[in-house]
């Protein structure tokens, strides 16, 4: 059993950063890829990055390429979401995710959620 908790959401202007970070309980952090999803308002839910369980590999979307930043500390139990150059189409609600590899994270799969944290970028 894993659980996850999101924190670092908020208002931002278009250009700016946030971080986000989601802690992980128990001791086998190390063993999951984690991911950050997000859900726009009447949107789907779909996938930002994903980084493996040592952090040596990470994916992105191609709409967040070179904008956001994966990042995790499993000494911590934490990985963070660093978004810079934010823009208006990056307001959602960011979601946590854990999974056994990044290539089985998917909507439909992923077993582990966070709670999710709102992201809202004004123009």
């Known amino acids: 059993q894993v659980q996850l908790v999101e924190s670092g959401g908020g208002l931002v202007q278009a250009g700016g950063s946030l971080r986000l970070s989601c802690t992980a309980s128990?001791?086998?952090?190390?063993?999951?890829?984690m991911g950050w999803f997000r859900q726009a308002p009447g949107k789907e839910r779909e996938f930002v990055t994903g980084?493996?369980?040592?952090?040596?590999?990470?994916y992105y979307a191609s709409f967040v390429m070179g904008r956001f930043t994966i990042s995790r500390d499993n000494a911590e139990n934490t990985v963070y979401l660093q978004m810079n150059s934010l823009k208006p189409e990056d307001t959602a609600v960011y979601y946590c995710a854990a999974a056994p590899t990044v290539s089985t994270m998917r909507v439909s799969t992923t077993e582990y959620w966070g709670q999710g944290t709102q992201v809202t970028v004004s123009s």
């Open positions: 128990g001791r086998t952090f190390s063993t999951y890829a």
């Open positions: 980084i493996n369980g040592s952090g040596n590999s990470k």
